[in-house]
């Protein structure tokens, strides 16, 4: 079968919640690429009843895994999909993680968070994990399809704020430029070219691609987004290893070598793909002086890896028979715009650093949960001006953030390592890992890699209240003719969450009646109490569990039109109107 025909017959099947299906596609949106963030945004737009389909150029699923670690913020989010369980089940927690591996933890504990804790879980188990939950909601991951190329729908109108290159291919043709964001013609979409497993060219158009394809990312290029940035200056060396000697990775630890375990081996056949994962492995990860310098494309091989060990700490730990061995540079980009009209980006392909802290693969997801609801109102017919074009306004600084987070440890590691900088490097590590035994540094710090300090602008600087763009901690609450539960369990279905706090029963029947399945109501008769939540009288939390607005008014009428502002804002027009 040709790859369209093929691609086309397995699209999504959902109905579009607002408006009808668009008979000029042949899908809402593909995502390129089935990594975790990949993974997860299409899941999160089937969540939203829309069209998805994802295409990954590699013919089985990643089994080895470059990252090991989810921090607090994107445990909850697995938490506000009911999906946690799954991933606590596979990975190890720690209590606290590190900022350049300074000796003084950051204490994930001591924040605000059900999850104060890192979890070490394989990148491919994520993947799995991930891959599971798309295939409950109907997502094809279509393995094999190589996405060469893509440009505008010629039949329809360009509208955007960017510019798809065009031309069978990424160079060449006439682009898409100007436009506007948002309320865009439905006749406007955008043509992928797709390679299939049999290297059959063809043409499958869709209304929006997401590019989820990593940091050499095709769709970016594509598009003409800009990728600015510094270029490798440092490598660093990893290793996946079924024999190390346990004895001596304590001493490996103490000279600055990362050396943890793997998730334990699955049984036979329940790997991703029915494969290993590196499972029942030790991870080494280190900074040799002498090959740090070495580009990140080379092959890595053992003798290699066991004299940077020696010549580190004395010893090989003993390794012996890798299951992987690979190099990664700090190479540090930032996509010039997450946006170019009907063209987006998430996870590396709008960001690639250092993998200092562990901090990419968690970035990638929360980009596509902020993403995920904002495309499926925009294809659905609802979402209010200026909607998606909020998704590179609240996610680049973010990224701009990690990126320069990232560069600062790298820089503190690399100067440890060069002989006229080793002894005010060490005294510089000492000062920074004193400070980060104050309770406040290492909060705020913590905060930070964790994700859970993340607070987006809120509409309405002027009169926002200060939670407006944070995120909402998950309390427990209580209802009349309900038991008692938390608030995270009242986001599963992806919609927004109208929490009222001060005994308005209207409330509970309006939101409902007017915006139908986009807002859950709810009113609480008593709530788990929490700094910053004092005087507050109403809530409405975002579908990623972020809160859009909030109210102190003592007044019910100001109360009742401050809400309705405040739903028409994010949750659009009343439906019917």
Avoid at 123 to 135: C, D, G, H, N, V
Avoid at 441 to 446: D, F, I, P, S
Wanted: glycine content about 14%; some cysteine; proline content about 6%.
């Amino acid at each position: 079968m040709h790859a369209a025909r093929d691609l086309a017959a397995n699209t999504h099947g959902h109905a579009h919640a607002d408006t009808d299906t668009d008979t000029d596609t042949d899908t809402d949106v593909i995502v390129v690429g089935a990594g975790p963030t990949g993974l997860l945004l299409g899941a999160e737009l089937a969540l939203g009843g829309v069209r998805v389909q994802i295409l990954e150029r590699r013919a089985t699923a990643q089994r080895d895994s470059r990252a090991l670690t989810l921090h607090p913020r994107s445990i909850e989010l697995m938490d506000q999909r009911g999906l946690v369980e799954r991933f606590l089940a596979h990975g190890r927690r720690v209590p606290g993680w590190h900022f350049a591996g300074l000796d003084t933890r950051l204490d994930f504990s001591a924040l605000d968070t059900r999850h104060g804790y890192t979890l070490f879980l394989a990148q491919a188990r994520t993947e799995q994990l991930l891959a599971e939950r798309a295939s409950e909601l109907d997502v094809p991951v279509r393995r094999g399809y190589e996405v060469v190329g893509l440009r505008r729908n010629p039949g329809g109108d360009g509208a955007g704020g960017g510019g798809v290159t065009g031309g069978r291919g990424i160079t060449g043709g006439r682009g898409i430029t100007g436009g506007r964001g948002g309320g865009e013609s439905d006749e406007a979409g955008v043509e992928v070219d797709v390679r299939g497993p049999d290297g059959t060219l063809e043409t499958v158009r869709a209304r929006y691609v997401v590019g989820c394809d990593g940091g050499r990312s095709v769709v970016r290029r594509a598009a003409g987004i800009g990728f600015p940035g510094t270029d490798e200056t440092l490598s660093g060396a990893l290793g996946d290893f079924a024999t190390v000697d346990p004895a001596a990775l304590d001493r490996a630890r103490a000279h600055g070598v990362l050396a943890v375990p793997l998730e334990p081996a699955p049984p036979a056949g329940t790997g991703p793909e029915g494969g290993r994962e590196g499972g029942g492995a030790t991870r080494i990860v280190l900074l040799d002086p002498q090959r740090m310098r070495t580009p990140s494309a080379e092959p890595l091989a053992l003798d290699e890896f066991r004299a940077s060990l020696r010549r580190i700490c004395g010893t090989d730990c003993g390794v012996a028979q890798p299951r992987w061995l690979s190099r990664f540079g700090n190479a540090t980009r930032l996509a010039a715009s997450y946006r170019a009209g009907r063209v987006l980006l998430a996870g590396d392909a709008a960001h690639i650093h250092f993998p200092a802290a562990g901090q990419g693969l968690n970035t990638g997801l929360q980009d596509a949960m902020n993403l995920g609801w904002k495309l499926a109102a925009e294809i659905n017919g609802w979402a209010p001006p200026g909607l998606l074009d909020s998704y590179h306004a609240e996610r680049h600084p973010v990224g701009q953030a990690v990126t320069e987070n990232t560069e600062v440890q790298t820089l503190l590691a690399e100067l440890t390592l060069l002989p006229p900088y080793q002894r005010p490097a060490a005294a510089l590590r000492t000062l920074l890992t004193e400070l980060l035994g104050i309770e406040e540094v290492n909060r705020r710090l913590a905060g930070q890699v964790s994700a859970l300090d993340t607070a987006y602008p809120p509409a309405g600087t002027d009169t926002a209240d200060p939670l407006a763009g944070r995120r909402m901690p998950d309390i427990a609450l209580t209802a009349t003719g309900t038991e008692a539960l938390r608030l995270y369990e009242l986001l599963p279905h992806g919609r927004f969450v109208l929490l009222d706090l001060a005994g308005d029963q209207e409330m509970q029947q309006c939101a409902p009646t007017a915006w139908g399945k986009r807002v859950t109501a709810l009113s609480a008769t008593a709530h788990e109490s929490r700094t910053g939540l004092e005087g507050v009288r109403e809530i409405l939390v975002r579908p990623d569990g972020h809160i859009a607005w909030a109210t102190r008014s003592t007044d019910v009428p100001t109360r009742r039109t401050e809400r309705f502002r405040a739903l028409t804002s994010w949750a659009g027009r009343p439906a019917g109107d």
